[in-house]
């Protein structure tokens, strides 16, 4: 636990059973006496990419308000401090199973289970997603920021945005070293991501036909690179999907954070007739006095 005064502020990781992995996420299981310049003022001072405060029980142990704020922002919808609030509230409670968070963008069911061992788990189901365009002069802007020649991408998935809680817009490297390869202008970045509503970027590249590598700027939030982001990654199962990139019924590996030293792993599925994406990973109480 995080000392914020009268605040119980957990620590959690999300997407990785170790805590060194995946993604951190702040907790506050109680933030029902909390205005928003507080809760923002406590996703500041932990320095997570985000934190997720329950502020209000809506069935005991079950049913939640969850809001999620970035150290510069509140966001409408945050996968990994999804995956972390339901943990953390399965091991308080004692009970994994069901549980529905009511976000900002919308109804969240989420599911956790334990395995023999100990690990959690954590499965969320997104709301309805969609997929648009992006005009050609603002992804010129954003390969200039990134300062990612055209000629870097892979043709066979062409840059979108997409929207599943919120929206990320979805840029496809051509091979391994691309990816690995990212130092961007920071400030041209965001000012593209706050005129286009984006809270990250997705960046890909397809090592099979079902497994991918990504990696996240998120500058808007005040963090150059999320480890691990949820959010994104169900974006990305409905831009398969509308792509037809995959078949209606698949199970997509998502592997974020290797190139900051934060290996996570989700585990993204697609249901025919479905249209809303489930999302699943890992997740782990973080010690007290660890990164």
Do not use: C, K, N
């Given at each position: 636990m995080t000392s914020f005064t009268d605040v119980e502020v957990l620590r959690y990781t999300a997407f990785s059973s170790d805590p060194a992995g995946g993604n951190p996420a702040g907790v506050v299981l109680d933030a029902s006496g909390l205005d928003d310049a507080r809760m923002l003022a406590i996703a500041a001072g932990l320095g997570y990419s985000e934190t997720a405060f329950l502020t209000e029980e809506l069935e005991p142990g079950r049913a939640y308000t969850i809001r999620y704020f970035s150290p510069f922002a509140e966001v409408p919808f945050c996968g990994h401090a999804t995956v972390a609030t339901a943990v953390a509230l399965a091991e308080r409670n004692g009970q994994p199973g069901d549980l529905v968070f009511e976000t900002p963008a919308g109804t969240v069911p989420t599911t956790v289970t334990v395995a023999d061992d100990g690990v959690y788990r954590a499965t969320l189901t997104s709301v309805e997603p969609h997929v648009e365009e992006i005009a050609a002069a603002d992804l010129t802007e954003a390969l200039a920021a990134l300062d990612w020649?055209?000629?870097?991408?892979?043709?066979?998935?062409?840059?979108?945005?997409?929207?599943?809680?919120?929206?990320?817009?979805?840029?496809?490297?051509?091979?391994?070293?691309?990816?690995?390869?990212?130092?961007?202008?920071?400030?041209?970045?965001?000012?593209?991501?706050?005129?286009?509503?984006?809270?990250?970027?997705?960046?890909?590249?397809?090592?099979?036909?079902?497994?991918?590598?990504?990696?996240?700027?998120?500058?808007?939030?005040?963090?150059?690179?999320?480890?691990?982001t949820g959010a994104a990654g169900a974006a990305f199962g409905a831009y398969l999907r509308e792509h037809g990139s995959v078949p209606d019924e698949a199970v997509v590996t998502l592997h974020q954070g290797e190139d900051m030293g934060r290996p996570g792993v989700l585990t993204v599925e697609l249901r025919a007739g479905e249209r809303r994406i489930r999302v699943s990973g890992t997740g782990a109480r973080i010690p007290d006095g660890s990164a």
């Open positions: 020649p055209a000629g870097d991408l892979d043709p066979a998935l062409p840059p979108r945005i997409a929207y599943a809680g919120a929206r990320h817009l979805i840029v496809a490297a051509g091979t391994r070293e691309r990816l690995a390869d990212l130092s961007y202008d920071f400030d041209r970045l965001a000012a593209l991501m706050r005129r286009l509503d984006l809270t990250t970027l997705q960046l890909v590249w397809r090592a099979d036909p079902t497994t991918f590598h990504v990696r996240d700027p998120f500058p808007v939030g005040g963090v150059v690179e999320d480890p691990a």
